[in-house]
């Protein structure tokens, strides 16, 4: 079975049994493994197309060759991820891990809500417009511009830059407390009021925002003609189009321990049932925040496949691990 998918692998042609004799390691003759790829086709592990002597895997003789990859090739991935920001690790993973394999790389940035807020600034950009600044624990700037109907007090900016500091520094973005600090029984009703019409650059922040994917990979796996088949071209297609496809391609590999492979008709999708689907979740000891993964014709390379995205989501851990100060 493995000579087959092996030989499909390598050269994208139908093996047949005399390309199987002639190798080295094979003790049996042509008569004996052409009886023994008879019995694999009955199995529903071979295809035997009409053209070709030769056969090739079908989606259950890939998974057949998955489950017992014996052999699964140490990849040797350098991420470079110290001293980055969150984004520009998601970015670099994703270029590399298409890079390496050729394949379409695909992964998930972790949750704005897991964020906390590093640094808060509130400044005057003119009499009647002002501007808060909000830098998160991942490295993310967002920005909220407000307008009055009359000139700001220049004081009432300052301290309030100061307090929700202060205040607010170290906290999640999800966290429900974010909303009973910013409003203080303490404070005077002006300074409440004040703080009232700025909660929204925080509260709405965690609300809005939608997990990012960063994709890369796509143009390559088209230009060298990996995905050959018209079906195949329409399903992947189909998937870049849809970002809630894509999310909900690498749901399962958040609640997995290890590697997730989805080989053709196993994928739950419409869209991915004529490719296959190698993810893993990487994050905290504590919480899966994100998932990476390759994405590309059922004939692929799944022993490197494999060990990347396995290398690629240790290396992810380990980075957010030290983003979120926790290990």
Request: charged share 20%; proline share 5%; glycine share 8%.
């Amino acid at each position: 079975m493995s000579k087959v998918v092996e030989g499909y692998l390598e050269g994208g042609q139908p093996v047949g049994s005399k390309a199987i004799a002639a190798s080295p390691e094979i003790e049996f003759g042509a008569s004996t493994i052409r009886y023994e790829l008879a019995q694999l086709e009955e199995q529903g592990l071979l295809a035997h197309p009409h053209t070709s002597a030769g056969r090739v895997p079908t989606d259950a003789g890939y998974r057949y060759f998955v489950d017992r990859l014996v052999k699964r090739p140490e990849v040797s991935l350098e991420l470079s991820l110290i001293r980055r920001e969150v984004d520009e690790a998601m970015r670099v993973t994703s270029e590399t891990l298409s890079q390496v394999t050729n394949l379409l790389a695909i992964v998930s940035s972790p949750p704005i809500e897991t964020a906390t807020i590093r640094h808060v600034e509130v400044l005057l950009l003119q009499p009647q417009v002002l501007m808060v600044v909000i830098i998160t624990s991942t490295g993310g700037v967002t920005k909220r511009v407000f307008t009055y109907d009359a000139p700001v007090d220049p004081g009432l900016v300052n301290w309030a830059g100061e307090y929700l500091n202060e205040r607010l520094t170290g906290m999640g973005l999800g966290a429900r407390m974010l909303v009973s600090r910013l409003d203080d029984e303490s404070l005077g009703a002006t300074e409440r009021r004040f703080l009232s019409g700025l909660a929204p650059a925080f509260t709405d922040l965690a609300e809005t925002a939608e997990q990012t994917l960063y994709v890369e990979g796509a143009a390559r796996l088209l230009a060298e003609h990996r995905v050959q088949d018209v079906a195949q071209i329409n399903s992947l297609m189909g998937m870049l189009e849809q970002r809630v496809v894509l999310l909900q391609a690498l749901a399962a590999a958040l609640s997995e321990p290890d590697v997730v492979v989805r080989i053709g008709a196993e994928n739950e999708l419409p869209q991915l049932r004529s490719l296959a689907l190698v993810a893993a979740g990487y994050g905290l000891p504590s919480r899966r925040l994100g998932a990476v993964s390759l994405v590309g014709p059922v004939r692929m390379d799944y022993g490197t496949a494999i060990s990347t995205v396995r290398e690629a989501a240790r290396q992810l851990s380990r980075f957010v691990s030290d983003v979120y100060d926790e290990g």
